[in-house]
């Protein structure tokens, strides 16, 4: 049975390992690390799927700046997610976002910002971010920008782009 857990100290490694084997290399695992040791590391919300023992799904939010020309308020993004190719589309990923989003939802964010499949993300909510406002800081086509509010209306009166930790230059 899979079960779905917030990441405890001494899962790095396989996080490490489930990351190379979804992406084919090892860019986002490091990722994972750089994220985990900088102030936008949110306890609680990288989350890991156990099967008998054995992590094989893994997705982190992480907090990230949405800048406007008045303001900048704190959202979350969503990278990466991955689960090893032999676990991949047996639900796996759903039942992570879905944990994930419920934490999240007890958070103090506004949003989940997510660059990414805009077939599957729609699924759990995210709707493109253009559509409300949020801009991406990079050039990729709109639909793939996503966004899910935390709570009804939270981006209400918010806009702007998002600012990724430096981290996210750096890999
Ligand atoms: C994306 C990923 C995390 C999904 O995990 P999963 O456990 O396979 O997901 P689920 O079983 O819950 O859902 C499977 C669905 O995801 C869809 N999906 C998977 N990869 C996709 C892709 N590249 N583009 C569009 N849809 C995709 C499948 O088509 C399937 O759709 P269906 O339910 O309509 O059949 C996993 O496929 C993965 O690790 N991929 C490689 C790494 C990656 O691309 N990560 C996402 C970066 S944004």
């Known amino acids: 049975m899979i079960t779905v857990r917030p990441e405890l100290p001494g899962d790095e490694d396989a996080i490490r390992q489930v990351n190379l084997l979804a992406f084919g290399r090892d860019v986002e695992g490091k990722l994972v690390d750089l994220i985990r ?9 990288s989350m890991v799927a156990v099967d008998d023992g054995n ?32 676990y991949q589309g047996r639900g796996i990923g ?5 944990c994930a989003v419920k934490r999240a939802e007890n ?9 990414g499949h805009s077939e599957y ?16 800081p990079f050039s990729v086509p709109d639909e793939v920008y ?26």
């Open 37 to 45: 040791g900088s102030r936008f590391f949110v306890p609680g919300l």
């Open 55 to 86: 992590i094989v799904g893994h997705i982190l939010l992480s907090a990230a700046m949405l800048i406007n020309s008045n303001d900048a308020m704190p959202i979350l993004t969503l990278a990466p997610m991955s689960v090893i190719p032999e």
């Open 94 to 98: 759903t039942r992570m976002i879905e």
């Open 107 to 115: 958070s103090q964010f506004p949003a989940i910002v997510v660059l």
């Open 121 to 136: 993300y729609p699924r759990f909510g995210f709707v493109k971010a253009s559509d409300k406002g949020i801009l991406s």
């Open 146 to 171: 996503m966004v899910l509010e935390l709570m009804p209306n939270a981006l209400d009166n918010i806009t702007g782009t998002v600012r990724y930790p430096p981290c996210f230059a750096d890999v």
